[in-house]
């Protein structure tokens, strides 16, 4: 039994070059969607980033990476004192860090198997 179809009473309206409109108008097609049901899917299926959120996070990494390069060029300079392998120590864990929270480590999905 078909499901029922869903009134929609609202319209939503974007202007579009012919180029636009072609290749969407193909993308469709090529997913045996009309370009409503298409551009439907695809909003709902969008991921939306806080680009303000995003600024900040890039800053601030900014200014860490600033202040882990301090610190490698002092543990450089005195790679002789018990103090740098505690810099250096330190440093491998910060880098640690930040490669778990910022995904570096995981193996992109479209890599497969390859390793270097």
Not at 38 to 50: C, D, E, G, P
Not at 56 to 65: A, E, H, S
Request: glycine share 4%.
């Amino acid at each position: 039994m078909p499901k029922p179809r869903t009134r929609r009473a609202h319209v939503a309206k974007i202007r579009l070059s012919d180029a636009e409109r072609q290749r969407l108008i193909s993308l469709a097609a090529d997913a045996g969607m009309n370009l409503a049901d298409f551009l439907r899917l695809a909003a709902s299926q969008a991921v939306v980033v806080n680009r303000s959120d995003w600024r900040r996070r890039t800053f601030q990494l900014g200014k860490i990476g600033n202040n882990l390069n301090q610190l490698s060029r002092w543990a450089n300079a005195h790679k002789a004192a018990i103090e740098a392998s505690t810099v250096v120590l330190a440093l491998l864990r910060i880098e640690r860090l930040l490669r778990n929270e910022f995904g570096l480590d995981q193996t992109p999905p479209d890599a497969g198997d390859a390793s270097c």
